[in-house]
């Protein structure tokens, strides 16, 4: 729970009211197929997640600004090594 990952548990006993306040919670039912079925879902979220922090960390690095700036610094550098 403290990496913020999706948690797939049985909707068994006390485990739904231990995860009660966990929003990333997955209850399935006690079979193979249900479990199986929560974990693929698990999976997608987790596919979700990273794929919208490349999205954010590729829109904040590779911005116009950042990229003049890069090649202008490239510039200076260059210019120095020649005189």
């Not at 739904?16 to 209850?27: E, M, R």
């Not at 079925?37 to 922090?53: F, R, V, Y």
């Given at each position: 729970?403290a990496a913020g990952?999706?948690i797939v548990a049985?909707n068994?006993?006390?485990?739904?009211?231990?995860?009660n306040?966990?929003p990333?919670?997955i209850l399935?039912?006690?079979?193979?197929r249900?479990?199986?079925?929560?974990?693929?879902?698990?999976?997608e979220?987790?596919?979700?997640?990273?794929?919208?922090?490349?999205?954010?960390?590729?829109?904040?690095?590779y911005n116009w600004?950042?990229?003049v700036s890069?090649?202008a610094?490239?510039?200076?550098?260059?210019?120095?090594?020649?005189?």
């Amino acid at each position: 729970m403290a990496a913020g990952l999706a948690i797939v548990a049985t909707n068994v006993g006390g485990i739904p009211d231990a995860l009660n306040q966990y929003p990333k919670k997955i209850l399935v039912y006690p079979s193979t197929r249900s479990i199986l079925h929560g974990i693929i879902k698990a999976l997608e979220i987790i596919d979700k997640s990273i794929s919208e922090k490349a999205q954010d960390m590729t829109i904040r690095q590779y911005n116009w600004e950042n990229i003049v700036s890069k090649i202008a610094r490239l510039y200076v550098l260059l210019a120095n090594q020649i005189n």
